[in-house]
């Protein structure tokens, strides 16, 4: 009984002291974009949070080709940055040169820290309209709608075609099981 006993008092023991003898664990560095989304051209501005005591963090990107930072203490157009760390977090801003998703790293200058990705859309020529309007009516929309519907999906066209064959059948065989139930009834009244 006292080794039992004697067991679980170790076990919490053991585990009291595995976590004394752990250093305290520091926040994680995180990367943040704000806006994650922009046109070609516009700037994001890129914060690393969570840096403890570094002085610097540098910035860098996976693609040179895809844009440059600039910032406080950043020299512009740079693919890479060293940035002033204050109270465990860093800012650049970023300008993309290509459009896609361009993927931005913090880090040490040695070991990388953290990563966000910058989606980067193409600029459009002219600004939507705020509300959309009906499109006119014109007779070659109407012709291409018939065009769409002449020719249905030969997958929709098969799965109607079970929806109706099956119940169909279905009905058929309950006739027929019907006459046959129906004139054998008969037959056994007349004594044939």
């Known amino acids: 009984m006292r080794i039992k006993m004697s067991l679980p008092a170790l076990a919490v023991l053991l585990v009291a002291l595995a976590g004394a003898a752990s250093p305290a664990t520091a926040a994680t560095p995180s990367l943040t974009a704000a806006p994650a989304s922009v046109v070609l051209g516009e700037t994001t501005t890129v914060t690393a949070s969570g ?6 963090a540098t910035f860098g990107l996976a693609d040179t080709d895809s844009g440059a930072f600039s910032g406080d203490g950043v020299e512009t157009g740079a693919t890479t940055a060293e940035a002033p ?28 820290l953290g990563q966000v990705t910058v989606s980067v ?5 002219e600004p939507a309209p705020a509300t959309p309007s009906p499109a006119p009516a014109s007779p070659s929309a109407s012709s291409a709608d018939d065009s769409a519907q002449s020719e249905p999906d ?3 066209e098969a799965g109607r ?3 109706v064959l099956i119940p169909l059948i279905a009905a ?15 037959r056994k009244r007349r004594g044939d």
């Not at 840096?51 to 610097?56: N, P, R, V």
């Not at 650049?92 to 459009?99: A, G």
């Not at 058929?172 to 008969?186: K, L, N, P, Q, Y």
Request: hydrophobic content about 45%.
């Open 161 to 163: 075609f079970s929806f």
């Open 121 to 125: 859309s193409a600029a459009t020529a």
């Open 154 to 156: 030969s997958e929709a």
């Open 51 to 56: 840096l403890g005591g570094l002085q610097t």
């Open 172 to 186: 058929a065989v309950v006739v027929i099981g019907g006459i046959i139930v129906i004139t054998r009834g008969r």
């Open 85 to 112: 760390v204050s109270e465990g977090t860093a800012t650049v801003e970023f300008t993309p040169t290509r459009v896609g998703d361009v993927v931005i790293a913090v880090g040490t200058g040695e070991s990388v």
